[in-house]
């Protein structure tokens, strides 16, 4: 079979075996990748999806649960992704949850428009449960969510300017730097996100980062002088310290 259709799928996947052997990461020469229960669409305006943050959304699901079983809730509740990219944890959050309004935000316009298209493709019933916002972490939010958030759940940058120089070069020449590299201590992002959640969370709500193993002393610190008095962390498949848990702010 010598037809047109054969020559062009022949060249189609000869340039894509010439991508990734130029290093692009296959995820995203494939351009979709599996998170959880959804497939999204990725490419170099955001992180590729990783087990770790699978685990960080499975414990934000736990808390979400934790919260609805708690009674006397007569409204569905609102949980918040900082920084979505890809929407990979906001996503997962509303496919896995039906009682939860998510909002999900972003300081990259090119990161919001993958997102968008994956939330397109979540179907209706799902999808309108889901609302996009851009700005720089909490400003992208309207004022009307102030003090009355369930749940803020973020995969922020937590890599230093030091360490980026150590990093994967796969990872270093492909991914996003913006998404990567939080400043001179990586802990940046995570203090802005922690000193200023009391203010967003109702009272009894919970914000759940995935941090840097290392981190996770100094970052539990900052949560408990953010005012937060149940600061647990939680460890990744492989037993690293993955993902902090901040609650008990009245």
Known sequence: MAGGVTERARARFEALVDRRASGEPLQYVVGRWGFRTLELMVDRRVL??????????????????RLAGAGGRDQR????DLGTGSGAIA????????????????VSTP?????SVNLSGLGGRVASRVRLAHGVWW??????????LDLVVSNPPYISSG???????????WEPRLALEAGPTGLEAVYELLNAAPAWLRPGGVIVLEIAPHQAGQA???ARKAGFTEVEVHPDLSGRDRTLVA???P
Do not use: C, F, Y
């Not at 509740?77 to 918040?80: D, K």
């Not at 996503?91 to 039906?98: G, N």
């Not at 990161?111 to 997102?115: N, R, T």
């Not at 360490?163 to 020449?173: K, W």
């Open 220 to 222: 539990a610190a900052m």
């Open 247 to 249: 609650k008990g702010v």
């Open 111 to 115: 990161a919001l428009e993958v997102a």
């Open 77 to 80: 509740l609102v949980a918040v």
């Open 163 to 173: 360490e980026m120089t150590e990093l994967d070069a796969q990872v270093a020449a």
């Open 139 to 148: 400003s992208a939010l309207p004022e009307n969510l102030r003090g009355r």
């Open 48 to 65: 590729i999806p990783r087990p770790e943050t699978e685990q960080v959304t499975q414990v934000a699901l736990h808390e979400l649960d």
């Open 91 to 106: 996503l997962a959050l509303a496919a896995e949850r039906t009682g939860v309004e998510v909002w999900a935000t972003d």
